[in-house]
């Protein structure tokens, strides 16, 4: 819950940031609604909130698309720099993991290269070629803008750093639950075999990283001697009161806000 809430921090300083604020209750019924949309594959169901910011309060698509991809980005290196982290202190082999792990990196440079305007512009124009997007070039480059600025180096590493806080509570849920079945296992390890749970189910683009994310945090739980039922045990506990509760709090907000929500402005 504490990770829930401060990602809802994250997303209303996004809003202010670039001169979209909502009516508190407004903004926690939306943010939380679309929460049943995290076993989308990729999470792209969550472009929803896109779609409910233009159409219900009159944000633009060049804002509430570039927010969500931030919140995406920045979700991500948070995570891989939990895993790298916890590497650390990881004292069984890497095998299996390398590949996943390299293409993990490249994520920070891409986010470096993209915080160069220049840049954007190399892509716009490339974009721009295509009959397509070319009618909607204006648009394009109103969210380029966007993401620019939730991308400098300030906002950056503000929102690294909530970020990265907001997944270690669900790293210390793990540790948690392994020493409530009575097998403790040391917070450095538990922070790598989540994150790096996490991570293979995001690269993987399944709906949630179901199948991924607990196979891999089974795999790495058996590595450290854990029995297969004990491990088994653990990733679902931890996926229940992650994945499923975000599912069903979004729900829940959903079915009380739907009205609100889905009608004209």
Known sequence: MINYGLRFWRWEIYLKTLGSPLPLRQSICLYFAT?????????????????????????PLS??????VAERIYDF???????????????????????????????PILLFLF??????RFFLSKAARSPLLAKHRPGLEESLDSMGILLRPSQT?????????????????LWLVCSGLGFPIPLG?????????????????????????????????????????????????????????????GLVFFLAARKDLLQDK
């Open 77 to 107: 290196l948070a995570v891989l720099i939990l895993a790298v982290v916890g590497i650390f202190f990881w004292p069984g082999s890497f095998t299996g993991l390398t590949t996943g792990l390299w293409a993990a990196a490249g994520i």
């Open 115 to 120: 915080q160069r305007p220049g840049i954007r």
């Open 157 to 173: 590493t503000f929102s690294i750093l909530l970020s990265t806080v907001a997944w270690l509570c669900e790293c210390l849920g």
């Open 63 to 68: 804002h509430g698309i570039p927010i969500i």
């Open 189 to 249: 390890q538990a922070i790598f075999i989540y994150a790096a749970g996490t991570l293979v189910g995001s690269l993987s683009f399944l709906p949630g990283g179901l199948g991924g994310t607990e196979a891999t945090i089974i795999w790495l739980l058996g590595s450290l001697q854990m029995t297969g039922a004990t491990a088994a045990a653990v990733a679902l506990l931890v996926r229940l009161f992650t994945l499923w509760l975000a599912v069903v709090i």
């Open 35 to 59: 929460y049943m949309m995290v076993i989308t594959p990729g999470k792209i169901g969550e472009v929803f909130k896109a779609g409910i910011l233009k159409e219900r309060f009159g944000i």
